[in-house]
């Protein structure tokens, strides 16, 4: 596997891993129906968009057939909270390629990158029932707030996995 900097024409992979990821991490928490209705089109230019964000970091990984199989992001934090300077936004992979230890190599080169940025503390946040919660714990996260969110018009509780020092994470790669 090689991980790399994204750039815009990797946009229609991350897209389709989101996608993909989506329908198989949140079965059973999302409505179906909600689900089949991701749109790549819609993701594509999300990506577009989030690609030219400044103070973005987002990375792909790739198959030995230079197909996107995973991507991970992340920046500033998103709240303003005045407490907490990087954000971990999103990580996912296709299904066939979790629990491989990818996503801890993943993690490290976007905790690399926020580091570079000057952030000293870390959150990333989670749908309590997203089956994928132990992984921030097996890297030293832990609760350090909850919301409530409306996605599909359904109210979820996300909760934020927080590290004090970003260094800490990386005892846990």
């Known amino acids: 596997m090689k991980i790399r900097k994204a750039t815009e024409k990797d946009?229609?992979?991350?897209?389709?891993?989101?996608?993909?990821?989506?329908?198989?991490?949140y079965a059973g928490i999302l409505p179906h129906h909600y689900l089949a209705s991701l749109n790549i089109e819609t993701r594509m230019k999300n990506?577009?968009?989030n690609l030219k964000m400044l103070h973005n970091a987002t990375f792909v990984a790739e198959n030995s057939n230079g197909e996107i199989i995973g991507f991970a992001s992340g920046g500033p934090e998103q709240t303003k909270d005045p407490h907490i300077q990087g954000e971990v936004y999103a990580i996912y992979f296709l299904k066939t390629y979790q629990r491989r230890g990818l996503g801890?190599?993943?993690?490290?080169?976007?905790?690399?990158?926020?580091?570079?940025?000057?952030?000293?503390?870390?959150?990333?946040?989670?749908?309590?029932?997203?089956?994928?919660?132990?992984?921030?714990?097996?890297?030293?996260?832990?609760?350090?707030?909850?919301?409530?969110?409306?996605?599909?018009?359904?109210?979820?509780?996300?909760?934020?996995?927080?590290?004090?020092?970003?260094?800490?994470?990386?005892?846990?790669?």
């Open 11 to 25: 946009v229609k992979g991350i897209a389709h891993v989101h996608i993909s990821s989506w329908q198989s991490t």
């Open 47 to 49: 990506w577009q968009r």
């Open 104 to 173: 801890r190599q993943m993690v490290k080169s976007i905790i690399d990158e926020l580091m570079k940025m000057g952030h000293k503390n870390l959150i990333i946040w989670a749908l309590k029932d997203n089956p994928s919660c132990g992984f921030y714990e097996a890297l030293g996260g832990h609760i350090i707030a909850e919301k409530t969110v409306k996605m599909a018009g359904i109210e979820l509780i996300e909760v934020g996995y927080g590290w004090d020092d970003i260094q800490d994470i990386l005892v846990h790669l």
